[in-house]
């Protein structure tokens, strides 16, 4: 046995249980010793009968006295009882549906019981159980709980992982050694052998702490070794065109914040630089990011290149190509929008272009579309910047698709990615480790505060009175759902059945509309033209409402089923209104009236900077759950945390270190060829 052997090799491992490990990403020993327990139980307490305590977790060690199994006819299940005993006492012992154990177990053998005593202090429920021997497993130790399937059981997966901890010895410890040192950290074999059955809690921590370094070393390492071959690129050196970017700041409706002016002063000098820019461009919602990026696509354009800015949603596509025509009026650059439906050019003459010859051409000074630039896999000629808006929506193939550096001259185009989603700083770290940030976090002047208001069940009629109310102003009113279709079993309101609701009986004598994520494009279209239009006065929808839509008319956000929401996202419903100049307001409604949700919600009343929102999202729900682990192009850790700050810098650090320093070990280079991470640019 060796550390490629197939888990299908193993003692006890049948096709069918092979089949089930596989679906956990057991495919061989390797496998199986780098796949972590996620939390243990602490079964090292040894207590006698006699000391037993009510809800106490323990392991004691008997001897069966009797063992027999019963049928409960009432609740039909079949109960195995048992009556254990040593020194002190006697225990009753009670499990359900597992005849088996009367043959597993006979009087005479003498066991580890390990469990919580109940409350009667006389017996164990459930509890797990081993023969006595020197190394147990299952019992009488700090036992590791793992994430299974159906079919695959707790007590398997540690026999599998005990069975092939003799191949430890073939486990090459690819951290330097100056780095293990430094840190004090445990050598990988011994860590390995202490995340699955630590001597003590001591060694449990220890082993955790060297693999969760080891996990965010290898991430940082992996960005750090990109932007280094990412220097190595050339990109269209852009001039900065100080007379004509003051001109277009001077001709704007509106003054623009610090935060704006700085952070479009670091995309500009980024653009003079032959290798191309890698940036983050980070906003809060409504903090004006558009307008910032119209400042690099303008000193693009007049530097003789073109420009894509891609979106994740047709809305939000055709949203940024008004915009675009808007504020590019005096300079009559061609802008092409090209979607999944539409392919509109602001040139008449252009207008019935296909898609195809509009992007290989080289008509259209910027290109405003969707994922449907990517999938006609047409080069774009003299390409300078790409632009990608909310790009952790995109998977991480398309964005490397519109990156393809120009053939003839084998230059890479700039690229600047916007979110307005706030991201905490241990996540800037990995999440985004590979791309240089700016930061707007100013609003602008004119923007009024979005009042918040938690609104209990027997307050909901008073707010539909408010809606009332400022319906009749002629103001417009969002309502988000979670679901598209009722769910019963997840006892949330559906929009389609809100829709209904709301139509028939609550507010017939308005108009209201509906927005979901399984409508074909040009039904949302329609929609939210209408909306825009003021053909609706409510618009039921669900999150497909959350990035980018700009109603200056809508003043109120509904929200239902608030506490099924992360901050975060709730956070970016609330930026859907508050576009105008009219005050408003944010109503977040709730069934669930627990202590711990009220105090969540709370976060939202009291707080409107969402870069908090998203550090306090963090912390209560991961960053798995907050962002979308497969979407957002997340590492895939499987025992450390984006939340271990210090740790991520202390790797980061490292890895800078070590690739200043010159070539990497073979097996370190093995190890990050292994490693899960996406970067964006690549």
């Known amino acids: 046995m060796n550390l490629q052997t197939s888990i299908g090799a193993l003692n006890r491992v049948g096709k069918t249980s092979f089949g089930r490990l596989k679906s956990l990403g057991l495919n061989n020993v390797q496998d199986l010793l780098f796949y972590f327990p996620f939390r243990y139980e602490d079964y090292s307490v040894m207590a006698p009968i006699s000391q037993l305590r009510p809800l106490q977790t323990v392991t004691v060690r008997v001897k069966v006295q009797m063992i027999a199994n019963r049928r409960s006819f009432r609740k039909r299940k079949i109960l195995t009882q048992a009556l254990v005993a040593d020194d002190t006492g006697t225990l009753k012992v009670l499990w359900f549906n597992q005849p088996f154990l009367q043959k597993n177990l006979k009087v005479g053998d003498e066991i580890f019981l390990s469990g919580k005593v109940d409350e009667s202090g006389v017996q164990l429920i459930s509890p797990e159980y081993e023969k006595v021997k020197i190394n147990s497993v299952h019992t009488a130790r700090i036992v590791p709980i793992y994430h299974t399937v159906a079919g695959v059981t707790q007590k398997q997966l540690r026999f599998l992982i005990s069975q092939v901890l003799p191949c430890l010895k073939e486990v090459i410890d690819y951290l330097p050694a100056e780095i293990i040192s430094r840190h004090q950290l445990l050598a990988l074999p011994q860590a390995l052998q202490n995340i699955h059955f630590p001597q003590n809690s001591s060694l449990a ?174 080069k774009i000629k003299d390409l300078g910047l790409v632009i990608v808006d909310e790009q952790h929506r995109f998977g991480v193939e398309q964005r490397k698709a519109l990156l393809n550096r120009d053939a003839k001259q084998n230059l890479t185009p700039h690229f600047l990615s916007m979110t307005a989603t706030p991201i905490p700083r241990s996540l800037v770290l990995t999440l985004y480790g590979d791309l240089d940030l700016s930061i707007i976090n100013e609003m602008p002047a004119n923007r009024k505060t979005i009042i918040t208001k938690i609104v209990y069940e027997q307050d909901r009629d008073k707010a539909y009175d408010f809606i009332r109310k400022q319906v009749g102003a002629g103001e417009q009113v969002f309502v988000i759902c979670p679901l598209i279709d009722p769910s019963d079993s997840l006892g949330v309101k559906s929009v389609k059945q809100e829709y209904a609701r709301l139509q028939e009986q609550i507010f017939p004598d308005l108009k209201v509309g509906l927005l979901h994520g399984r409508m074909k494009s040009t039904e949302k279209e329609q929609t939210m033209t209408k909306f825009k239009n003021k053909e609706y006065d409510i618009l039921v929808a669900t999150s497909v409402i959350e990035v980018g839509i700009d109603i200056k008319n809508a003043t109120i956000m509904m929200i239902e089923g608030a506490d099924r929401f992360g901050l975060s996202q709730l956070h970016q419903f609330r ?108």
């Not at 976060?603 to 979407?631: H, I, M, N, W």
């Open 205 to 378: 921590k220890l082993a955790s702490l060297r693999l969760k370094f080891d996990e965010l070393f290898l991430v940082q390492l992996a960005i750090a070794k990109f932007k280094k071959q990412l220097k190595s690129h050339r990109a269209f050196k852009l001039a900065f065109l100080e007379k004509q970017t003051k001109e277009f700041v001077a001709g704007l409706p509106f003054t623009l914040t610090g935060a704006q002016k700085r952070s479009a002063w670091e995309i500009l000098q980024d653009l003079q630089n032959e290798t191309p820019m890698n940036r983050l461009l980070e906003g809060d919602v409504g903090s004006g990011k558009t307008v910032v990026a119209a400042l690099a696509l303008l000193n693009v354009v007049l530097n003789g290149y073109k420009a894509v800015l891609l979106a994740p949603t047709e809305i939000l596509a055709q949203q940024h190509y008004a915009s675009l025509i808007k504020l590019f009026s005096k300079q009559k650059f061609n802008i092409a929008l090209l979607t999944g439906s539409q392919c509109l050019v602001n040139d008449e003459k252009q207008r019935k272009k296909v898609m195809a010859q509009i992007l290989s051409d080289g008509q259209a000074d910027i290109i405003v579309g969707t994922h449907a630039v990517i999938q006609e896999n047409v």
């Open 575 to 682: 930026g859907r209104v508050g576009r105008g100049d009219r005050q408003s307001y944010c109503l977040l409604f709730s069934d669930n009236n627990s202590a711990l949700t009220r105090q969540r919600l709370n976060y939202l009343v009291t707080c409107s900077d969402g870069f908090s929102l998203a550090q306090k999202d963090l912390e209560l729900r991961g960053p798995g759950e907050v962002y979308g682990t497969r979407q957002s192009g997340l590492p895939d850790l499987k025992i450390a945390s984006l939340a271990d700050v210090e740790l991520i810098k202390l790797a980061a650090q490292d890895a800078q270190e070590l690739l200043q320093n010159g070539e990497l070990s073979v097996p370190l280079e093995k190890a990050l060829q292994r490693t899960n991470v996406s970067l964006h640019f690549e």
